[in-house]
Structures are given as structure tokens and as C-alpha cells.
């Protein structure tokens, strides 16, 4: 069976829609997964709603939505995902970093939908949704031959690492973690051993990382470190920062590609086959 994995929003903190982001993307984090028949959507960006209108004209009618962490550039794409609207859907809401003193994924997906926020209310999603919250660096199985396994990454209010393992091949989520230079993250390195793909928080450049400390985020220069270090084959350069326009991720990107032949660009509506 196949095991995809397809790019629907690339850009960190704000979406982008203009002339200078066409060539990489404008829209915030959503990843699609399938593998075996298994859907799996990794955070609800502003390009889950384009996922969404993919999903309604092939029929797809359930997912496991996996969310890194709440901050709105990871969900303001929810209230838009139109499937999540129709009854007899089904999607399975999971994340692994919501204290139990805050109520869990519910309420806050719950509250960023609530006047005066938002005109229309969680409970407006007809489709059939549960919940789950999980502790990150839990491990779990998910439809056939597919495992997760998670780590908690170094972020404010924090968040969760994933990777997926199906048939002998691996993908990592890894975004939005900082670094502390010269200490490579542990969490990190055991997540992404050996992993087939890595897609990996590279908001800023080395440059730029020092002005930018306690933002939450890492370097392209820190993902090829830990990929090689770890021994994955690819490294997904991803979260790009909205400040970098198409010119900047080109020069940025055959830098990259210099740095480690295993290097690439995350762009939106690219696809890679792992199986």
C-alpha cells in the first residue's frame, strides 16, 4: 500500500497570500499522510481548507488530525475545513501538549471558535469528531500497520514531535521546536533515527536565530546537523518564515542543497512518494 505525504501549508506564523509567496506558498502548517489506506493530517494550518476541498472531490470522508500545538497558525485553519461540517464524516482530533487544567483539545479548538472570535460554534461541525488528548512520548497504532510515536519539542505553551511508521518506512513532524545551540535535542534525535523523511521547524537562518531566541523555533543549519547525525535520508526544510518571500527561499534553498544532498524545500502542494 502507499504511503504519501503531501505539503498543503509550509509557511510559520502568519499565512502569506501575495505575489512574492507563490513560488514556495503562502499558507500555514497542514501536512497530509497516507499510508495504507491510513489518512492522517498533521496540524490545521490555513491549508487545511484547501486539503479539505481536495478531500470532498475525492471522497475522503475520514482522518486522524494530529495537532504539533494550538498557537493560530496550527488551527485558524479549522473553522474553514468544510468536511468537518457534513454528517457521516468522521475525523479523530488528537494532541499531545493541552494541560488537563485547560480542558483538553476540545475546549480549545472549542474557544478560538467562540463569540467573539469566530460567528460560528464548534458544535455548528455536524461531522462525527472525537477528542483525544495524549501525553507527548506516547506511543499508539492507528488504522492497519501504522504506528505513531511522539516526543514533546522545545516550544512555548509546548508542543509535540511526530513520526510515522508504516511497512519499514518512517516520516517525522518536528515543528515547532527551538535549539539550544551546541546541545543537540535528545527528543529530537531519538524521534527522527534513521527516518525516511524529516520535517523539520527551519523558521530562521543561522543569522537570524540569535534575535530570535525564546520565539520557539530552529535554523534549516540545526535540521541538517540533527538529520545527519540521526541518520535520516531526507530533511523537509519547513515553517518558513513569512518574511521570506520567493527569492529569499531560493538563494536559501541551493544553500541548503550545498550544505547535504539529503536537503530540500517543503513547497505547497508538493508531493512525496515514500512507498
Known amino acids: 500500500m502507499a504511503f504519501k505525504v503531501k505539503f498543503w501549508g509550509v509557511r510559520g506564523s502568519i499565512a502569506c497570500p501575495s505575489p512574492r509567496h507563490i513560488g514556495f506558498g503562502g499558507n500555514t502548517s497542514c501536512i497530509e499522510v497516507s499510508a495504507g489506506g491510513t ?39 479549522f473553522p474553514f475545513f468544510v468536511p468537518a461540517f457534513i454528517p457521516g464524516n468522521n475525523f479523530h482530533i488528537m494532541a499531545g501538549h ?3 487544567d485547560q480542558g483538553g483539545i476540545r475546549k480549545v479548538l472549542g474557544g478560538q471558535m467562540a463569540q467573539p472570535f469566530f460567528p460560528v ?19 499508539f497504532n492507528i ?32 515543528t515547532d521546536t527551538e535549539h539550544v545551540p ?37 535554523t534549516w543549519e540545526e535540521g541538517v546537523k540533527l538529520c545527519k547525525m540521526a541518520g535520516a535520508k531526507m530533511l523537509a526544510i519547513f515553517h518558513h518564515d513569512p518574511a521570506h518571500d520567493d527569492e529569499f527561499m531560493g538563494k536559501l534553498e ?5 550544505a ?11 508531493r512525496v512518494n515514500l512507498l
Not at 522545545?154 to 514531535?161: E, F, I, L, M, V
Not at 541551493?254 to 550545498?258: G, V
Request: proline fraction near 4%; charge should be negative; aromatic fraction near 8%.
Open 39 to 77: 489518512h492522517i493530517v498533521f496540524d490545521a494550518g490555513t491549508g487545511i481548507r484547501n486539503l479539505g476541498t481536495w478531500m470532498l472531490r475525492k471522497g475522503v470522508n475520514h482522518a486522524h488530525i494530529m495537532l504539533s500545538h494550538t498557537h493560530w497558525d496550527h488551527i485558524n485553519g
Open 98 to 100: 493541552v494541560p488537563d
Open 121 to 139: 460554534p464548534l458544535e455548528a461541525m455536524r461531522a462525527g469528531l472525537t477528542f483525544e488528548d495524549f501525553n507527548a512520548g506516547d506511543s
Open 143 to 174: 488504522g492497519e500497520n501504522v504506528t505513531i510515536r511522539t516526543k514533546p519539542l522545545n516550544h512555548p505553551n509546548g508542543a509535540t514531535g511526530y513520526r510515522v511508521e508504516h511497512r519499514g518506512k518512517s516520516v517525522c513532524y518536528v
Open 182 to 218: 551546541g546541545e543537540p535535542d535528545e527528543n529530537v534525535l531519538e524521534l527522527i533515527e534513521g527516518s525516511d523523511m524529516v520535517i523539520y521547524d527551519c523558521t530562521y537562518t543561522e543569522e537570524e536565530f540569535p534575535d530570535k531566541v525564546g520565539w520557539g523555533h530552529s
Open 254 to 258: 541551493l544553500q541548503a542543497r550545498e
Open 260 to 270: 547535504w544532498s539529503g536537503a530540500i524545500i517543503a513547497r505547497e502542494n508538493m
